[in-house]
């Protein structure tokens, strides 16, 4: 069992990615989590890490311990909470990634209601611009916006979603409204760089007809609410989920463009391993956040 620990630990460590922030998790001192590492690499007969006083980088045997390791973590995990009754009663850690918005706005709050339910779930929300995947972050779960990822996952709709163009009323008095696709090439239009979307180019189809457009504009930032506090400002096309937007469109500090037009895919999923054996505090998260968006379906018209 001193190997199951060892694997757990360092990967931990290079989830974390210095001997400081590995410490500090743990709740010991930089010396102690370098001791450990040291009589782990002992142990084993190799060197995992190769440290510097500013860098620490893995050697091929550390990443091949790392990567192999994360599968049979995963399975020692299945296997004791089968054992222990753990599927019938949620428990353990939970780590979940979401961009930085729509995390911070509907996820957060939502995984607050969860642990005051099952206090014996502990919950990590990493938001960021770019969520990845789960095997690169060591998540159990990931909320992902567009196409349902491949079958080597499972995944969940939370919610119907769309993404619109607009702008503010102010914008388009002084630059005009574009009358087709083709003319926000000559628009100052806003940018928001997240996923791993081409950045500047919009698509747009109409039926049978579609149409890509490069656009430009002076503006972009990683974070969706910043750029549409520009947008509100007047100083550009904003392409933007209906997630976000809909009460600007509503209250007409927003106006929408092109709406008989359809962009990219944005309905939102849950997303999380396939596996036959899933633990009970996945399924129970899977179900409460389920049951929370159900309840804020969204209109027809894709408003939220």
């Known amino acids: 069992m001193d190997g199951f620990s060892d694997l757990s630990f360092f990967s931990m460590l290079i989830k974390h990615g210095s001997l400081v922030a590995a410490a500090q998790e743990l709740g010991v001192t930089p010396p102690a989590v370098s001791k450990r590492l040291a009589a782990l690499e002992k142990r084993l007969g190799v060197r995992l890490l190769q440290r510097t006083t500013r860098r620490m980088s893995l050697t091929p045997e550390g990443d091949l311990y790392v990567s192999e390791g994360a599968s049979v973590l995963r399975e020692l995990e299945a296997l004791e909470a089968s054992v222990s009754g753990g599927k019938d009663i949620p428990r353990g850690l939970l780590r979940i990634g979401a961009t930085l918005g729509f995390g911070r706005r509907h996820i957060a709050p939502a ?7 099952f206090p014996a779930v502990e919950v990590q929300l990493q938001l960021d611009d770019r969520p990845g995947n789960l095997a690169e972050r060591e998540l159990d779960m990931l909320v992902r916006f567009g196409e349902v990822p491949d079958s080597r996952f499972s995944a969940r709709l939370l919610a119907h ?35 791993d ?6 698509h747009l189809q109409k039926g049978s007809k579609h149409q890509t457009v490069k656009v430009r504009g002076p503006l972009s930032s990683n974070d969706g609410e910043a750029a549409m506090n520009w947008a509100l400002q007047g100083h550009g096309i904003l392409m933007r989920s209906t997630w976000d937007v809909a009460p600007m469109l509503r209250d007409g500090r927003l106006r929408e463009l092109f709406g008989d037009w359809t962009l990219a ?34 209109a027809p018209d894709g408003a939220w």
């Open 111 to 117: 995984l607050a209601d969860f642990v005051e339910r």
């Open 161 to 195: 979603n769309r993404r619109c163009l607009c702008a503010s009323p102010d914008y388009l008095v002084k630059a005009g409204v574009p009358d087709n696709p083709s003319a926000l090439a000559h628009h100052q239009c806003l940018f928001i760089r997240e996923g």
């Open 197 to 202: 979307e081409t950045f500047g180019t919009w």
């Open 265 to 298: 895919p944005a309905d939102i999923y849950l997303v999380f391993s396939a596996g036959v054996q899933m633990p009970a505090k996945t399924r129970t998260l899977v179900d409460h956040l389920l049951d929370v968006f159900n309840e804020r379906r969204v």
